[in-house]
């Protein structure tokens, strides 16, 4: 699947409906520490122990033979849902014996004939306060769709993890846990979830941009505020870092760090 294909939910048998959907973003192989961080009770259970219990009664394996087993994760965006009413059955030619899904092409009848029966029944709901209208497209995100496809916090964590190659952009560190998807422009603050507008740091260099102590240039060099020193007296090994670049960034064009919202950190968060 492409980025903003449109991605059903059908019920098992024998109630053979499509019940809702989202727009596919990526699927991702993660650690189960990181889904669990990103998407929370979203996962299916009520805690990490008990998604990573679920896991290894599957696998027949335990925690101290897997102790952060790695999951399949589909990544949408707005997932909608329909009401009973609303369901919409199966295609004819859909085969009972199907377990992982069947792909549809809108150039074919059964494609075009569930396209349009997914888009009228989208019409009729309000999503976010605005109809999903189709021409509601940002061709960023590909061919034309009904919707641009918009990142959640937990899409983002994810994006951004895998958008960086799972290690800092500042150190390269490799250690998925200490690793943290930063705004550059806070969501608070009207910054969007979007891959431009985000770092995979490691925690503490998280922190320190997060509080101003180190910001990221237009350049992609890094820059750490001589107030590390004069307020904790101290920051050699951040410092070490002063005037070099980014080690990793994404390979993709568009989704490397946007030199308008550097330039918003650097002149509204760095401390100088």
């Known amino acids: 699947m492409e980025e903003g294909d449109l991605f059903l939910f059908k019920l098992h048998s024998p109630q053979d409906y499509i019940v809702g959907g989202g727009f596919f973003l990526k699927f991702s192989i993660l650690p189960s520490s990181l889904a669990w961080e990103a998407f929370g ?6 805690s990490l122990f008990a998604l990573n219990d679920r896991i290894y009664k599957y696998r027949k394996t335990s925690r101290l033979t897997d102790p952060d087993p790695q999951i399949g994760c589909i990544i949408l965006s707005l997932p909608f849902y329909f009401e009973k009413n609303d369901w919409i059955s199966i295609p004819d030619n859909w085969n009972r014996n199907i377990v992982q899904g069947k792909t549809y092409d809108t150039s074919e009848y059964y494609g075009k004939l569930l396209y349009q029966q997914v888009q009228e029944k989208l019409l009729k709901q309000s999503f976010n306060g ?3 209208r189709e021409d509601a497209v940002d061709k960023r995100y590909g061919k034309e769709q009904m919707i641009k496809p918009r990142i959640g916090q937990g899409a983002f964590k994810v994006l951004i993890t895998d958008a960086y190659h799972r290690r800092c952009a500042i150190t390269g560190e490799k250690t998925l846990p200490v690793l943290e998807a930063a705004h550059i422009k806070p969501y608070s603050l009207e910054g969007p979830h979007e891959i431009n507008n985000g770092l995979l740091l490691r925690r503490d260099f998280h922190t320190l ?12 060099n890094i820059e750490v505020s001589r107030r590390i020193k004069e307020d904790f007296g101290n920051g050699r090994e951040y410092y070490a870092h002063h005037g070099s670049k980014l080690i990793i960034l994404p390979e993709r064009r568009e989704q490397l760090p ?10 509204n968060v760095y401390l100088g």
């Open 41 to 46: 009770i979203a996962n299916g259970a009520g």
């Open 130 to 132: 605005n109809l999903i």
């Open 209 to 220: 941009f997060d509080r101003g102590y180190i910001t990221i240039d237009k350049e992609f």
């Open 258 to 267: 946007d030199a308008h919202y550097l330039e918003w950190h650097n002149d």
